[in-house]
């Protein structure tokens, strides 16, 4: 008899609709979604990366399309009795080449030579003659005089070209004016259009391209839908109840231990000012299917851009997470902007944790284990000597240092570590320092403040274990000593001396021509 495990076919990336329910793959109903979308007419969904908006757009198609028996047995089929087909018009921009103009071009004219064919299109097509948004305007008119039916338009990615021209101006702008005058016709074309959907990983402001469409409903931020995409907790005891128990029983752990552990790693997300726990689909479906724990998620692409805006506006990590923003920032701030906040959130690595509805602002943190660590690791090359990285050093050594106190060994490793980090020429040395101590000590499962907040000042960082606490202040270019008077004048240990614990006092000094760690001075409290 085949194990049950192995009986349990996940889509893991499948994105067709039709192939999951005809294959007989595990598919989260997601439909009753759909139902709510008829109140309206026009939208626009902002999720991260493979959290399931393309196979929410498939859905959404074979609904238009008048498929019903791939809803046999799903919340949808019981909530309408209209099955009557549309024509769809599905603009997918996953797979296109956005390395020049050319790669949206001819993704558009394939789609749309497609289309022209299928609905009778009567013009003579000229593709350096006729624009791609008449032409479309051309589809969506024919398509609905010959079929009788008004047409479902279903934007998928939509800023894929955008987000691939990040970086190059003049290329960015002519994906940006070709885009806006393809989405300008869901407006103009109003009459002949049943429902459009347009979804994305960033929110580019309304100037460069949904300023012609004010007829938008933005439900990013909406609770009604924000279990639309992702697994919820309700969802995944529903539908993953037997995944988790053949992983627990495989690991020879308890359901109980097995559930936390999924939720320290890929749960957490949560979408308006009150969602549900949402989980990482991606990841659950590959951890399911593989039985092992991993960064699946993460590691399916990597922040680089985000990482390279982090450098270029100079921020301080301690910044990114947990961070507080106000909410029409976080709500209408497109990805494009000199603060990285928004985009990190767009992008799925922080997410909203809570909401102050005096103050109109959210807190925003990683969503979960697997986020933070990936991200906090990806960010070792930029600020720790390749060389020294976290990898090839004992790691073992460094914790066990930290732990029994023994400065001498702590401190020489640390040196060793950020010894001849590169660091911009136009940022702050400072500041660079602190984010590599901030990167390597959240590596070593330290628990790490930076900057710490005291009723005297702010320390530069503190390191907390079990049986001690350490509190260090840097400074560039001066003197340890310089250092060690700011920790007397301020007072810092004050706030941990009922701890119990030992308290090391660290005064730190850098050089920013060598980038090394000049001389420091050691108290124990």
């Given at each position: 008899m085949k194990n049950l495990v192995e009986e349990i076919k996940y889509p893991i990336g499948i994105q067709n609709f039709a192939e999951i329910r005809k294959g007989g793959y595990l598919y989260i109903d997601k439909t009753s979604y759909i139902h709510r979308l008829f109140h309206?007419?026009?939208y626009f969904l902002s999720r991260p990366r493979r959290f399931g908006k393309s196979l929410l757009l498939s859905t959404m198609e074979a609904y238009y399309k008048g498929e019903r028996e791939l809803f046999e047995g799903l919340s949808l089929n019981s909530l309408t009795d209209d099955w009557e087909p549309h024509p769809v018009l599905h603009l997918d921009l996953n797979n296109g080449n956005f390395n020049s103009a050319h790669g949206l071009d001819e993704l558009l004219d394939a789609l749309f030579s497609e289309w022209e064919k299928e609905y009778d299109v009567n013009y003579n097509k000229n593709a350096d003659k006729v624009s791609p948004s008449l032409r479309f305007r051309a589809i969506i008119k024919c398509a609905k005089e010959k079929t009788g039916k008004k047409v479902a338009i279903l934007i998928d990615e939509y800023d894929k070209p955008l987000l691939s021209a990040v970086g190059d101006k003049a290329l960015a702008d002519s994906f940006r004016s070709t885009l806006k005058s393809v989405y300008s016709n869901l407006k103009s074309m109003d009459e002949y259009i049943e429902i459009g959907m347009i979804t994305g990983v960033a929110r580019f402001n309304k100037v460069s391209i949904f300023s012609d469409l004010n007829?938008?409903?933005?439900?990013?931020?909406?609770?009604?839908?924000?279990?639309?995409?992702?697994?919820?907790?309700v969802e995944l005891e529903k539908y993953c109840k037997q995944s988790i128990q053949d992983f627990a029983r495989k690991e020879s752990v308890s359901e109980e231990f097995m559930r936390n552990k999924l939720s320290d790693n890929y749960d957490g997300y949560h979408f308006s000012r009150v969602s549900p726990d949402i989980y990482n689909p991606f990841s659950l479906m590959n951890v399911f299917a593989k039985q092992c724990f991993g960064s699946y998620w993460f590691e399916s692409g990597t922040p680089t851009y985000l990482v390279r805006q982090i450098e270029q506006e100079e921020w301080l990590l301690r910044n990114l997470a947990p961070t507080e923003i106000d909410s029409k920032k976080l709500e209408s701030a497109g990805i494009l902007s000199s603060d990285p906040i928004p985009a990190l959130y767009q992008t799925g690595y922080l997410t909203i944790k809570g909401y102050d509805p005096v103050f109109h602002t959210y807190t925003l943190d990683y969503p979960n284990e697997e986020v933070r660590d990936g991200f906090i690791s990806f960010l070792v090359p930029y600020?720790?000597?390749?060389?020294?990285?976290?990898?090839?050093?004992?790691?073992?050594?460094?914790?066990?240092a930290i732990t029994s106190g023994d400065i001498e060994t702590f401190m020489s490793l640390f040196a060793s570590m950020i010894a001849g980090v590169p660091y911009s020429e136009k940022g702050s040395a400072e500041a660079h320092f602190q984010n590599a101590s901030?990167?390597?000590f959240t590596l070593m499962g330290q628990y790490v403040n930076i900057e710490d907040r005291t009723s005297d000042g702010r320390i530069?960082?503190?390191i907390e274990t079990p049986q001690n606490v350490y509190i260090l202040e840097?400074?560039?270019d001066s003197n340890s000593k310089e250092a060690m008077e700011q920790i007397h004048n301020k007072r810092y240990w004050l706030k941990f001396a009922t701890s119990g614990k030992k308290i090391f006092l660290?005064?730190?000094?850098f050089d920013s021509k060598t980038r090394r760690l000049e001389d420091y001075i050691v108290e124990e409290i």
């Open positions: 309206g007419k026009y007829n938008l409903r933005d439900i990013s931020f909406e609770e009604q839908f924000a279990g639309i995409c992702g697994i919820t907790s600020y720790i000597k390749p060389d020294k990285s976290p990898g090839q050093f004992s790691i073992k050594k460094f914790i066990m901030y990167i390597l530069d960082l503190t840097f400074k560039v660290i005064g730190a000094n």
